[in-house]
């Protein structure tokens, strides 16, 4: 049970206290009116003394009363009816409300912080947003000190209430006084009067009621003297006359009405009396009289949601029922307001009436005739009255009847001192209530000795002598139940449990099987639920004083029953709090009871506390999982809330059920919507002007809204193909993302001269979840902002949105002006939100477009997209979105129906930034930055760019060159220049060079649609004449003009500007990449306004091209060093032999029928192809699939090499046509794609030679000398030629032949290395593992054991056959002259030995009989490029075939040790036949 303001031994002596009746005349009634009181109602306050009273028991042992309380009523001979009782305790009940406040109290009960307390309806409603914090500022006392002072208040005026009953005294009148005014003529003779009718009432037969407890009724006779209007000499003669007729002890002369009310009004005087007034109204004649003839119902039914009145608002209003209730009746110091239902929710908007209602009992004053000297005077008058007439009348009576008790029984003479005697010996076993005989309509007579045996007790109980009326009451039970008398046995039962539970000192165990027996006596036997009631209370107090709250608990329970709601609401609430006060508190049970309380104290029509109970259950059942339960409370108190006439609070309560995964059934769902819905346009209709209040649903998911900044592009039409640029449509890709911002950051450093702006910020077309939101996004203004809303309907019956648009608000700035200019002042479109309909909403800012209808099936996610036109500069905040929620009607329902459920609201879109993880203390807290992509910034105009792309192909072969058209137009107001493109793939796509204009095309190409240019050659050049050169120029194709940045090409526009509206067509060559399958190929076109902006200072247009790529041809190219030395060549520019191996991997993918080699051509720096030294008649070389040609070629060096500097940076191009016609291979597009592709390779090429070693450590003392020996030994081997193999395929599609054309790129770079023009698949890079010591820095490499044995070129020159007479002549010498030419531009030292090296059999059998004369061992030291002439002379001894190629050559750098010499490897066998004659 929840804490009483009282102790439970106060409570049950304020429940049964000594009665006194007061019969008033009417002289007397009129000076006690003058304080708007009567004689009962004055004194009330003062009926607890102050001070000890004291009495002799039977035996002369004195007895202490202490704090001694007596009830003064008014005499009533009519009992209250029962429904008169049940409306008057529905009022106290409803009255008495939580009070505002007060200090809240929490329990800590496992993982619950629950508020019980006076103030807890407000702190656990669940919309209540701050309850958790409200809980944290409160006292967390885990003392139990939550109160219930609307039970306390029924328990009260229910205990009060009670009619007297014939079974037991407590309640029976002990006195009577006779008031009489000193302004009677004769006050004696109306003292008689007043005497001579109580008389009549007690013992003429004609009333039953009230009871008496004796016959000899105490009379005490008082003379009121209003000394403001009276005599007070003659007061008191009739005083003095009264002392001598009734004696000291028996009369009172009693003075008061010091004032008139208009002398003292400035003087503030206590009013005590607003806390007692109508507390026993029961007892009031002429209330009785009124509420008789009302007809009370006691049948409440719970109101629907629509209904219009409130019950519990306002007990004034309510038939005629005075309102003078209180909020509390034991808080003396703190008196509530008498008319006050005071709530823990929001104040409830109610009618004037209402409030003036409430205010009238605050207009009547009580005592305003008494002073504070009077106040004393009827104090004093109580305890006189008390101590020197009812006391001693108590203590007569209990002798007396202790005699007659010992005289008829014949037992000892004192009662008292026998108990031990008759209850020492052994008891009889008492016989259960089921054996019994249905008794309980036994009466006794008034003169039975049982009776005056309880009598007996009932005095002393009610003057608290304990012990001496528990063993009266043991004695009584067990006379009443001998006689089967059960009605009687309870009420001894009752009392004794009670006189037992309050001896002090507790000298027994308080017999609670007492009080269960007399509960199920008087609720199974009697049929009397009322005793049955008041022993439940009694015992339930009880027990929880002695901390046995689980019996208490099953106790309340127990007394729930249909007969009466509130009794059943008030003991069930009282069990919860006995639950949650456990040492172990029952959370769940504590919950589950509440709302079991609650239905029924709606059942019984008090809505406030029903809503209370809802809400403090509501902590317990929220976010555990009980989704049920939380929707059942939540309906039920969005309902009992909209019955209060609190519709906010039900909107939020109905709110919940929605916005939660309802796990219930789609018709319950549906329901609840309706309810919502109906709910809401109640709301909305109060305040039709008042900003829109947030909607439940659908749910918004607003991490994954998307806001778009860009037009609606223009569709390809017949052979153009649109940009693809970037659409809503498109996933989010992060490394894609990466890309595009490398790209533009490509360019953009390109146009700033190298540098990327520090306030560079990469453009971001569509923003999500997982781009950068930190900054500020930029928009431009007359181009729409679409955003991308993602519903969620979590029901399970469809929704329907109308009228759905974005919210907004706008601050124009002008950002071309100066800074100093002020921003204008914020718009905002919240205002006309309320009518927003259409299509779309225009103002001088923005247009809004709105969706007129947004159907949503059942827990269906659907996205919005809406759009929004900016037409001025300013920053634009977008707020959230407004619609029309609404269900769709059934077939059963028609439009009208549909209309009325719908109703306007928003909701807003609140996004969390990602959370903050830099520093030290974001890491140890939970910070969130800034996401801002809501918050675009309207930027003055800028250019917008569409690209088309004319005849563009999705499929090529590898290498083949196709040449499309791509068209740019400019579809905004401003001019665009500076139009360039980046693409990571520069080797795909090429627009052509400076000097492409230059050479015209052939016939024989324009007829073909060819992509090169051509020239027709005469049948010289097919006869393997030498090749055709040209000297080119990178630099006019766009390599190196870029540096570092090889991507990035400009776009030749007209005049370098793009006019708004104007647009320009260009041709644009492609080449299939060099490795099959389907490549993304990413282009990224930068552009600018020929208007510089602070805001905005360029744009980008994306386009991602797919191609799928068919095998082609593969080429496979080496170099040879040529053994030969021819002197023309002046034995400087050596010569190479260059083979290249051409197969056709074609599977027929793409109907290619065959390929046809047409020319072949070479570009390098320092060397070119010569000529063909194939046989003549395999120079078309055609293959068909899986077919393979080997083609060999002579190359020598370029003549110009040495001539000017600029040669040095210029390419040669040779060309050796294999066909009728020369492809123009220094031109476009040929040139393009040569120098493109040595791009795109060179930063491969310098990581791979960074992994060789030839590390630059000049810094480091002695490297120099090893560093340019590795650089000599590597130029040796180096030959930077590049071979462009060009080939036509023949094609059959749709029965046509076509002709498709491409080249391929092989580049030798070293001599004897086969090179491939299919790029190997890279290997995966070998995870690196961390190393924490630093490395000791590697040796400078050393030329390897393949580079150095290109240093030295070695050629023998011999006849190839020699004849010679071995009979006549047994030894052949034949003359050698062996040629040493040094390639490198060092000294090497060589030498040469002669000796055979027998290693393996196959050498002996060579050369076995074949033996050099003379010096068989040479040192030599060659310069820089000399050629060295050996003579030597071979001996043979037989004829034969011979191998003259066995000295060994070893050479080395002059400046270096041994350790580098290796051996000298001759290139091919010299054979030389001896033929004997």
């Known amino acids: 049970m929840a804490q009483c303001v009282q102790s439970v031994q106060e409570f049950i002596q304020d429940s049964f206290v000594p009665m006194v009746a007061v019969l008033c005349s009417e002289d007397a009634e009129k000076v006690t009116r003058k304080n708007n009181l009567n004689f009962s109602e004055l004194v009330r306050p003062f009926c607890r003394l102050t001070s000890e009273g004291h009495m002799r028991d039977p035996n002369n042992q004195i007895q202490v009363i202490k704090n001694l309380k007596i009830s003064v009523s008014n005499m009533v001979t009519q009992p209250p009816k029962a429904p008169v009782i049940r409306r008057l305790l529905d009022e106290v009940v409803s009255v008495s409300q939580p009070a505002e406040g007060l200090v809240a109290n929490v329990i800590t009960a496992g993982d619950y912080d629950l508020n019980i307390s006076d103030r807890s309806l407000k702190a656990s409603v669940p919309w209540y947003s701050s309850w958790k914090e409200t809980l944290r500022e409160l006292n967390t006392s885990k003392v139990y000190t939550a109160t219930t002072p609307w039970f306390e208040a029924y328990r009260e005026n229910f205990l009060q209430s009670m009619p007297a009953s014939d079974h037991e005294f407590l309640n029976h009148y002990l006195a009577c006084m006779l008031v009489v005014s000193s302004r009677e003529p004769v006050p004696v003779e109306q003292f008689l009067k007043l005497s001579q009718e109580q008389h009549r ?96 119902n006691d049948t409440k039914v719970e109101n629907s949601t629509g209904a219009a009145e409130v019950d519990g608002l306002d007990p004034s209003a309510k038939d005629g029922v005075p309102n003078n209730f209180d909020a509390h009746p034991l808080q003396l110091d703190h008196p509530s307001d008498p008319g006050g239902a005071q709530d823990g929710l929001d104040a409830v908007k109610t009618t004037a009436l209402t409030s003036d209602a409430k205010k009238q009992p605050s207009v009547t004053s009580h005592g305003a005739c008494l002073t504070l000297n009077d106040h004393d005077r009827i104090r004093q008058f109580i305890q006189e009255f008390t101590f020197r007439g009812l006391l001693p009348h108590i203590e007569k009576n209990i002798r007396q009847l202790n005699d007659q008790l010992v005289s008829r029984k014949g037992l000892s003479r004192s009662l008292f001192s026998a108990t031990k005697k008759w209850f020492g010996g052994g008891k009889v076993p008492e016989k259960s209530i089921n054996e019994l005989k249905n008794t309980a309509g036994l009466l006794y007579p008034p003169e039975a000795p049982e009776l005056q045996i309880r009598k007996m007790a009932d005095l002393c109980f009610l003057v608290q002598h304990y012990e001496l009326a528990y063993s ?52 199974d036997v009697c049929k009397n639920m009322v005793l049955a009631e008041r022993c439940a209370l009694l015992s339930a107090e009880i027990l929880k004083s002695q901390a046995k709250y689980s019996d208490a608990a099953t106790l309340l329970i127990k007394m729930t029953s249909e007969d009466s709601d509130l009794r059943s609401a008030l003991l069930l609430e009282q069990a919860a709090h006995c639950f949650i006060n456990m040492k172990s508190p029952m959370v769940r049970k504590f919950a589950f009871h509440m709302i079991l309380a609650g239905h029924r104290f709606s059942k019984a029509g008090q809505k406030r506390h029903a809503l209370r109970c809802y809400c403090q259950a509501m902590q317990v059942y929220k976010g555990k999982g009980w989704s049920l339960a939380e929707d059942h409370i939540n309906f039920t108190i969005g309902r009992q809330s909209f019955t209060l006439r609190q519709p906010e609070n039900a909107v939020s309560a109905f709110r919940h059920i929605l916005i939660n995964d309802s796990k219930q059934a789609a018709s319950q769902q549906g329901a609840f919507l309706r309810e919502y819905l109906y709910v809401y346009k109640s709301v909305s209709q109060l305040s039709p002007e008042g900003s829109l209040p947030q909607l439940p649903l659908p749910c918004i998911q607003s991490s994954a809204t998307r806001v778009f900044f860009g037009h609606d592009r223009r569709l390809a039409e017949g052979e153009k193909q649109a940009a693809t640029h970037v659409s809503l449509d498109q996933e989010y890709d992060r490394d894609l993302s990466q890309q595009w911002k490398e790209l533009e950051e490509q360019v953009v450093a390109i146009v700033n001269r190298g540098v990327v702006p520090v306030n560079f910020q990469p453009t971001q077309y569509c923003l999500n979840s997982q781009t950068d939101n930190m900054r500020f996004p930029l928009a431009v203004v007359e181009e729409p902002i679409i955003v991308e809303v993602v519903f969620r309907n979590p029901l399970k019956v469809p929704l329907l949105l109308t009228d759905l648009s974005l919210l907004w608000k706008f601050t124009p700035k002008d950002f071309v002006q100066p800074q100093d200019r002020e921003p204008g002042e914020t718009v905002s479109n919240e205002k006309d939100a309320h009518t927003l309909k259409g299509t779309a909403f225009k103002n001088e800012f923005i247009t809004t477009e709105v969706i007129a209808e947004f159907f949503m099936s059942p827990e269906e996610t659907k996205v919005a997209r809406l759009k929004l036109l900016p037409h001025q500069t300013g920053e634009l905040h977008i707020l959230g979105v407004v619609y029309n929620l609404g269900t769709t009607p059934s077939s059963a329902e028609g439009n009208p129906v549909n209309d009325g459920l719908m109703v306007r609201g928003r909701q807003d879109l609140e996004i969390q930034g990602p959370r903050l993880n830099s520093t030290k203390e974001e890491k140890t807290s939970v910070r969130h930055g800034p996401d801002r992509r809501l918050d675009p910034i309207i930027a003055p105009p800028m250019p917008l760019l569409e690209v088309f792309f004319i005849n563009f192909p999705t499929g090529l072969l590898c290498g083949e060159i196709r040449k499309a058209y791509v068209e740019f137009v400019n579809v905004s107001q401003v001019p665009l220049t500076g139009l360039r493109v980046v693409s990571k793939h520069p080797e795909f796509f090429t627009f052509g060079s400076h000097a492409s204009t230059l050479t015209p095309l052939s016939p024989t190409a324009s007829e073909n649609c060819s992509a090169y240019k051509t020239v027709a050659t005469g049948p010289a050049a097919a006869d393997g004449g030498p090749a055709a050169t040209t000297l080119v120029s990178p630099a006019d194709f766009g390599a190196g003009s870029n540096g570092l940045c090889p991507g990035v090409v400009d776009i030749p526009l007209p005049d370098s500007v793009l006019q708004p509206g104007a647009s320009v067509q260009l041709p644009m060559w492609l080449r299939g990449p060099d490795r099959e ?58 010569s190479m032999l260059i083979f290249v191996d051409v197969e056709n991997i074609n599977t027929n993918e793409a ?16 060397w070119r192809l010569h000529k063909c030294i194939n046989p003549s008649e395999d120079k078309d070389a055609k293959l068909t699939s899986r077919e393979r040609g080997k083609l060999c070629f002579r190359a020598t060096k370029c003549r110009n090499v040495e001539a000017t500097s600029n040669a040095q940076e210029k390419y040669t191009f040779a060309d050796i046509n294999l066909g009728n016609e020369q492809i123009i291979s220094a031109t476009t597009p040929c040139a393009d794609f040569f120098f493109r592709r040595c791009q795109s390779a060179e930063p491969k090429k310098a990581a791979v030679s960074g992994h060789v070693g030839f590390a630059h450590s000049k810094g480091q003392d002695g490297g120099g000398s090893d560093e340019d020996m590795a650089s000599v030994v590597r130029k040796c081997s180096e030959v930077d030629l590049n071979v462009i193999v060009l080939w036509k395929a023949y094609v059959v599609e749709d029965n046509k032949q076509l002709i498709l054309e491409g080249q391929l790129h092989v580049a030798l770079q070293t001599i004897g290395k086969e090179v491939c023009s299919l790029s190997q698949k890279e290997e995966a890079q070998e995870m690196v593992l961390l190393k924490f010591k630093p490395e000791i820095p590697p040796p400078l490499a050393r030329p390897s054991l393949e580079q150095l044995p290109h240093l030295i070129k070695t050629n023998l020159h011999y006849p190839e056959s020699y004849n010679h007479p071995f009979p006549q002549k047994s030894l052949c010498m034949v ?46 030291q060659l310069k820089a490029q000399e050629i060295h002439k050996l003579q030597l002379m071979a001996c043979f001894i037989h004829a034969g075939v011979y191998n003259l190629g066995t000295p060994r050559v070893f050479a080395k750098l002059s400046d270096q040790g041994s350790m580098c010499e290796t051996s000298q490897q001759n290139s091919m066998p010299a054979l030389i036949i001896i033929n004997s004659i």
């Open 1375 to 1420: 003359p050698v002259t062996l040629r040493l030419s040094n390639c490198s531009m060092a000294e090497v030292d060589v030498i040469i030995d002669l000796r055979h090296k027998a290693t393996s059999p196959e050498t002996l059998e060579v050369h076995g009989s074949f033996t050099w004369l003379g010096q068989t061992q040479y040192k030599l």
């Open 201 to 296: 009432i007690q013992h003429s037969g004609e009333y039953t009621y009230p009871k008496w407890f004796i016959p000899n009724t105490l009379k005490y006779y008082v003379l009121l003297h209003d000394i403001s209007d009276g005599d007070e000499q003659r007061a008191d003669s009739v005083y003095e006359d009264m002392k001598q007729r009734y004696g000291t002890q028996g009369c009172y002369l009693l003075k008061i009405n010091s004032r008139t009310p208009a002398s003292g009004s400035d003087e503030q005087i206590p009013d005590p009396w607003s806390q007692y007034l109508q507390k026993s109204s029961f007892q009031n004649q002429e209330f009785l009289e009124e509420a008789s003839s009302v007809v009370v």
């Open 1077 to 1134: 399958g389907v490549h993304e190929i990413n282009f990224l076109f930068y552009y600018e306004s020929t208007e510089k902006t602070s805001k905005l200072s360029h744009r980008v247009l994306r386009h991602t091209a797919v191609i799928c790529a068919s095998r082609s041809l593969s080429v496979r190219a080496t170099a040879r060093r040529s053994n030969t030395f021819q002197d023309q060549e002046d034995g400087r520019n050596g």
């Open 472 to 523: 009266c009451y043991h004695t009584a039970k067990k006379d009443f139940l001998n006689d089967q008398a059960m009605l009687y046995a309870a009420g001894a039962l009752e009392m004794a449990a009670v006189s037992a539970f309050l001896q002090p000192g507790a000298p027994r165990p308080y017999p609670a099987h007492y009080m269960d027996t007399a509960i199920q006596t008087y609720r």
């Open 1151 to 1166: 109907g290619v029928r065959e390929f046809h080699i047409v020319q072949v051509s070479s570009s390098s720096k320092q």
